[in-house]
């Protein structure tokens, strides 16, 4: 039985993941790592949990866990990967608007410990970034524009979303960076995740599109991940690793 341990347990998307590992066979939650000002308002719940610690110490989840699974704040996540690569513990992280310096941070843990970053933990994603390159590759040698609208709801940050850059970078594998796609985002209402991929020539256009009408579906991803994450070496791996592309 695999030990989860999961940083941001009553975020929206820790919810979500923590109801995901309930309901697998393979593993349990060993633990959930809260805000401070969160535990002190539900301390007394929190302590009568069976089973499992939760606590405002990311640094004890994660000495308990066979995985951890982040899904905290962009600011947080250069020291939860520290922190993993010390207690030699997978981590996966799906924070999105993430800083280099927080990239290069993530890069220097998979040094010791196998780290997975999953911007967006779609598992059919995956499979349109390659349908994306193969298009971008097919129509490099024509005069083709390349655009990627992202939208998402009103409380999303950035922008474009770490998954629109992902879909660029599929964009540049496949012309060997000889177009640069534009980029145009959406923050509005509730919308869970909306991705499309122009390619517009003289008089024809091709639309990719993916959509996401429910977020458990990256609660769902996300956990195959950090399962799929438990055996591996140290390394730097992604979504297309976990689904064998």
């Known amino acids: 039985m695999i030990k989860i341990g999961l ?87 799906g924070v999105t608007g993430l800083a280099p310096g927080t990239q290069d941070a993530l890069k220097q843990a998979a040094a010791k410990i196998p780290v997975l970053y999953a911007p967006n933990t779609s598992l059919s994603l995956a499979t349109m970034k390659q349908i994306v390159s193969l298009a971008s590759k097919l129509l490099s040698p024509f005069d083709y524009d390349i655009s990627i609208l992202d939208e998402h709801h009103r409380m999303k940050k950035d922008a474009p979303s770490g998954t629109a850059k992902a879909l660029g970078e599929a964009v540049a594998r496949g012309n060997n960076n000889a177009k640069t796609p534009s980029y145009a985002s959406v923050r509005a209402g ?11 020539g003289a008089g024809e256009v091709i639309r990719l599109r993916h959509s996401v ?33």
């Open 7 to 93: 940083l941001g347990y009553t975020g929206r998307m820790g919810k979500l993941i923590a109801e995901e590992i309930a309901a697998n066979d393979a593993c349990v939650l060993a633990g959930g790592a809260v805000r401070p000002e969160n535990y002190e308002k539900r301390a007394a719940e929190y302590k009568e949990a069976e089973g499992i610690l939760i606590t405002p110490k990311a640094d004890e989840v994660i000495a308990i866990s066979d995985v951890v699974v982040d899904f905290t704040l962009a600011g947080s996540v250069t020291d939860h990967a520290r922190l993993a690569a010390t207690h030699k513990k997978p981590y996966m992280t």
């Open 213 to 245: 009408t429910n977020r458990r579906v990256f609660a769902r991803g996300a956990l195959q991940a950090a399962l799929w994450l438990h055996s591996k070496p140290p390394g730097f791996y992604g979504m297309d690793d976990v689904v064998g592309i």
């Open 190 to 200: 509730s919308i869970v995740g909306e991705h499309e991929v122009v390619l517009a």
